[in-house]
């Protein structure tokens, strides 16, 4: 009896240890189920509201899990990301492993108004992670005080100033953005964050000559830039507020009195990010008035000359002289034609060709000049019409037309055909007996003796050959005609080929540039090459073409996320050249490969 009871004593306790270890397996098990399925991935703002010139964080979390890439924010349009890569964190958690990374966003406003962030998914252990959609509002910046510019409390401060606030249509006026930097402030790393306007074009810009002036009782440098303003729509627009930003240096409060600082301890400089905001402006911009319009103007407004030339003169019916009209002036030169000359009914007229040569660097002031060709048509043609060019002068408020007379013209019929001629056959000496009527010849039995024919094979490939030249060179003419005829139909066409020239010959301009150290001009001509592809691609004109477009037009046409960030960085890195030019003829050639593969990539963009 007591033999049993001590069995059972013994075999409680065994069984007991067997349960619990089962029980802190199964434990271990659901923890490990727990865990697994406590993946997490969010998104969150630094802040829900910023003002337009100001960036903020972006930052995706993921918790319990570590993806292999990055994931992408979705494109919103007015939005500009930028990744500043990822962080991580681990902790011990009673045991357990806590990890958290988070990938870090810089978001980029280039509009006001209200801005959504649609959910982003990700694919992690064919488990789907889904984020919320985030809101961020985008409030107008306010420009400094005029009170606070007056007086000179201001360190750094951007101003834009307009010649006029009233324009006519068509009419392009010349704005002025100024830097202010308050003598003692270093500054440096300055770039345009946002150009917003409504209803007008921003185009071209280029900096100025540098000045000092005095506001209160503190010496200013001023960097002005000079901005091409275009209105495409009449009534009431505006102009910015334009942003910027900059890096400034003080002096620091940490410094000792007596000034000794060997090592650096105390600190020297504060330096600190500020976010510029000029003042908005409104502009009325008014329709071209009907009273009195020529009826050949054709939207032309600024103030121009016009010098024709026609030649040659004395021709054979269907020859083509060339009618060379030059339009010199300061207007939008891009948005120049010439009128349907409605006197030309007795020739035959090809479209024109058109070139422009500017002769300041906003491309306002300069000559563009037409190339058309036309043919007599028969000839009792004397003269050429006479040419006439309108348009409309925004200071005087009237319409002129420049006229260039009749030119003489000496058309000649064209050459007479000769009619083949048909031998005769024998005839009598006096020249009009009547031939010889030969009987039937019956058939020839013998053939007789065979001539030995000719077997020179050089004579005959000769021959061949110079009977082959005639029609060779006449098929030449006829494909020289048809694609003449093609590129002068096809001006979309014809404007890719040129600019598919001028940017092989900038590329090789550019390289030249930067072996030589030349920063200013060399970034004066990356940005030119720049506005001539994507003014191409867009079917804009290229001093149309600003940072701003990018966001505008090559966004909803789906260019790559990737392709788009590059042209950004293009853009900014133009920007900050005007006013921190780089000096290392290395860094001005790393630059152009990435010229290159942006060039390339806007081929996928739809013209």
């Not at 990010?273 to 008014?286: D, I, P």
């Not at 009237?398 to 055909?417: D, E, Y």
């Not at 867009?538 to 149309?544: E, F, G, I, T, V």
């Amino acid at each position: 009896m007591e033999r049993q009871l001590w069995q059972i004593k013994t075999t409680r306790p065994q069984r007991s240890a067997l349960t619990l270890r089962a029980g802190v397996l199964w434990l271990g098990w659901m923890l490990s189920i727990v865990t697994a399925s406590a993946v997490t991935f969010t998104a969150s703002l630094e802040r829900d509201t910023v003002n337009l010139g100001e960036n903020v964080r972006l930052s995706l979390t993921f918790d319990g899990a570590q993806p292999e890439a990055a994931p992408t924010p979705p494109p919103v349009p007015g939005l500009q990301f930028s990744y500043n890569g990822p962080s991580s964190e681990y902790r011990m958690v009673n045991g357990q492993t806590f990890t958290r990374i988070t990938h870090n966003f810089t978001i980029t406003p280039r509009q006001t108004g209200d801005f959504t962030i649609p959910a982003i998914s990700v694919m992690f252990n064919n488990q789907k992670l889904v984020t919320q959609p985030v809101q961020l509002k985008v409030l107008k910046p306010g420009a400094p005080p005029p009170e606070a510019v007056a007086n000179g409390s201001q360190s750094v401060f951007l101003r834009l100033q307009l010649p006029k606030t009233n324009l006519y249509f068509g009419e392009v006026m010349t704005g002025e953005l100024q830097l202010h930097i308050r003598e003692g402030v270093g500054a440096g790393q300055f770039q345009f964050t946002g150009n917003p306007a409504e209803g007008i074009v921003i185009g071209k810009m280029t900096e100025l000559q540098r000045r000092r002036v005095q506001l209160g009782n503190s010496v200013y440098t001023v960097i002005p830039v000079a901005v091409l303003l275009s209105p495409i729509k009449t009534g009431p627009l505006s102009v910015g507020p334009v942003t910027a930003s900059i890096v400034v240096e003080f002096p620091s409060n940490n410094r000792r009195r007596d000034g000794f600082d060997p090592f650096g301890m105390f600190g020297s400089v504060d330096r600190r990010q500020l976010s510029l905001v000029t003042e908005e402006h409104s502009v009325q911009c008014v329709p071209v008035p009907t009273a009195g319009q020529p009826a050949d103007f054709t939207g032309a407004v600024g103030n121009f000359t016009m010098a024709v030339a026609v030649g040659p003169t004395n021709i054979v019916t269907g020859d083509p002289i060339t009618v060379r009209v030059e339009i010199n002036g300061r207007g939008g030169l891009d948005g120049l034609t010439l009128p349907p000359q409605t006197a030309w009914e007795n020739f035959k007229t090809y479209p024109p060709t058109t070139r422009i040569e500017t002769s300041d660097p906003l491309g306002l002031q300069g000559t563009k000049i037409f190339e058309q060709i036309v043919s007599p048509e028969n000839a009792d043609i004397h003269e050429l019409p006479p040419l006439s060019f309108s348009f409309f002068d925004p200071e005087t408020k009237t319409f002129r037309t420049l006229t260039h007379p009749a030119t003489k013209l000496t058309v000649r019929p064209g050459g007479n055909v000769v009619l083949p001629t048909v031998a005769a056959g024998n005839k009598s000496a006096a020249g009009d007996a009547a031939p010889q009527q030969l009987d039937i010849v019956p058939i020839k039995l013998r053939l007789g003796k065979i001539s030995q024919p000719l077997t020179g094979t050089g004579f005959s490939r000769t021959l061949v050959a110079l009977n082959l030249v005639p029609m060779v060179a006449f098929l030449g003419v006829i494909v020289w005609r048809k694609r003449s005829e093609a590129l002068a139909n096809n001006p979309r066409l014809r404007r890719q080929r040129q600019v598919e020239a001028t940017l092989r010959t900038g590329l090789e301009k550019l390289r030249a540039l930067a072996a030589q150290n030349q920063s200013d001009e060399f970034f004066a001509e990356l940005m030119r090459l720049l506005q001539e592809k994507l003014g191409e691609r867009l079917d804009l004109p290229a001093s149309a073409i600003t940072e701003a477009i990018i966001d505008d037009k090559l966004r909803p046409r789906g260019l790559p996320g990737s392709t788009l960030e590059e042209l950004h960085e293009l853009f900014q890195t133009t920007n900050l050249a005007r006013y921190a030019p780089i000096k290392s003829s290395q860094a001005l050639a790393a630059i152009i490969p990435k010229l290159e593969n942006a060039l390339q990539k806007l081929d996928e963009v739809k013209g």
